[in-house]
């Protein structure tokens, strides 16, 4: 197995936000869910104060899908337990997104020892964080979004692989994986 070394250029001068509205939106969702993640097992009022949104109000275009998801309850909280991100959040997970991006190639990362690691590395080096907070654990955060990113990733080019129609001796191994 190789081991990966990181030689690419992480400036921000290009912006890490994606361009369509709907993976905008979705990478909102994620940060909600990374959030939530974060607050159990760092419960802290200054890091809340500093990265969740309190005023029950989706006035963003990238909170839309945040917006369906709200509803009353019992206690007056409109999203419930979904956390809404602010910006500053929103912002940090999108640079987190972007070096992910650049670091993580499906097809190489299959001869790549301890990719996971790397990437956790790299982006905890790479990408500040947006908290003055002395006892949050970014690689925690981190680990976390990367774990879901590999996740998706693979999900999704698995689902991809079994739309390919294969045949011949040519195909013979991805004819297998499909079950074909």
């Not at 070394?5 to 890490?16: A, E, K, M």
């Not at 190489?108 to 003055?132: E, G, M």
Request: hydrophobic residues 35%; proline residues 3%; contains cysteine.
């Amino acid at each position: 197995m190789k081991s990966v070394s990181c030689s690419i250029d992480f400036s921000y001068s290009d912006q890490p936000e994606p361009n369509d509205l709907c993976e905008q939106n979705a990478l909102m969702y994620v940060c909600g869910y990374l959030l939530r993640k974060l607050f159990t097992w760092h419960n802290c009022d200054a890091c809340k104060a500093t990265f969740c949104d309190t005023s029950n109000e989706c006035n963003d275009d990238r909170k839309v899908f945040l917006s369906f998801k709200a509803y009353k309850c019992n206690d007056a909280r409109v999203f419930h337990s979904l956390y809404v991100p602010l910006v500053l959040f929103y912002s940090f997970i999108c640079k987190c997104n972007c070096v992910f991006l650049k670091l993580f190639d499906l097809k190489k990362a299959c001869n790549l020892s301890d990719i996971r690691r790397n990437v956790v590395d790299t982006v905890t080096k790479t990408v500040p964080l947006p908290s003055k907070c002395m006892e949050l654990d970014i690689s925690k955060l981190v680990t976390s979004f990367v774990n879901m990113m590999i996740f998706y990733k693979v999900r999704f080019f698995n689902r991809d692989v079994k739309e390919v129609k294969v045949s011949g001796k040519k195909n013979k191994k991805c004819a297998i994986l499909c079950h074909n």
